[in-house]
T-cell receptor, first 114, second 116 residues
Framework: NAGVTQTPKFQVLKTGQSMTLQCAQD?????MYWYRQDPGMGLRLIYY???????DKGEVPNGYNVSRLNKREFSLRLESAAPSQTSVYFC?????????????FGSGTRLTVV | DQQVKQNSPSLSVQEGRISILNCDYT??????FLWYKKYPAEGPTFLIS?????DKNEDGRFTVFLNKSAKHLSLHIVPSQPGDSAVYFC???????????????FGQGTILTVHP
């Protein structure tokens, strides 16, 4: 089925460990996004990529890096995980104009840093 | 600074009655608004949207109302069904160019529970 695929679905890290969250979309969307969801905070934008080859910081970029590997794939890397990065991470891609500007989200990665 | 706020963390309604979810925003540059629905262990899914040139948009049981002067929007679900139980996120965007283009700013979410 067409959509956004995220891997892994669950991950437990020790403080200081690194990992990469993978995201791929097969809808030929130009723009891709990484959000984190925390209780009482809603969804906050970490990084986004307006098109292949470009990336920009969002609202909460500290402690993260991203790579737009090609049009399909947008990865999020935690170089040295901290307990504050315990969260649910969502990748999304966006429908091109002139449609509804809505995002298609992946099913999320639940990350726990101990 | 929370630019999009959903001040009610939760809402409980009886099946068949109306559910009203509220959202306030502070950024006057926002000109497009969306509601997303999220079930546990799933990603948010798009529900309904409204442009700032309208004050109402309807899709089946779901209606979104926008009051630009008050910077307030609401989602009405009539009649509410148990399957509507989920977290609802309000989101806003500006369709102007520049670095804000296409980015959505989300509210904190409201947990809706519809009792049979």
């Amino acid at each position: 089925n067409a959509g956004v695929t995220q891997t892994p679905k669950f991950q437990v890290l020790k403080t200081g460990q690194s990992m990469t969250l993978q995201c791929a979309q097969d809808m030929n969307h130009n723009s891709m996004y990484w959000y984190r969801q925390d209780p009482g905070m809603g969804l906050r934008l970490i990084y986004y990529s307006a098109s292949e080859g470009t990336t920009d910081k969002g609202e909460v970029p500290n402690g993260y890096n991203v790579s737009r590997l090609n049009k399909r794939e947008f990865s999020l890397r935690l170089e040295s995980a901290a307990p504050s990065q315990t969260s649910v991470y969502f990748c999304a891609s966006r429908t091109p104009r002139p449609n509804n500007y809505g995002y298609t989200f992946g099913s999320g990665t639940r990350l726990t840093v101990v | 600074d929370q630019q999009v706020k959903q001040n009610s963390p939760s809402l409980s309604v009886q099946e068949g009655r109306i559910s009203i979810l509220n959202c306030d925003y502070t950024n006057s540059m926002f000109d497009y608004f969306l509601w997303y629905k999220k079930y546990p262990a799933e990603g948010p899914t798009f529900l309904i949207s409204i442009s700032s040139i309208k004050d109402k948009n309807e899709d089946g049981r779901f209606t979104v109302f926008l009051n630009k002067s008050a910077k307030h929007l609401s989602l009405h679900i009539v009649p509410s069904q148990p399957g509507d139980s989920a977290v609802y996120f309000c989101a806003a965007s500006t369709r102007a160019g520049g670095t804000s283009y296409g980015k959505l700013t989300f509210g904190q979410g409201t947990i809706l529970t519809v009792h049979p």
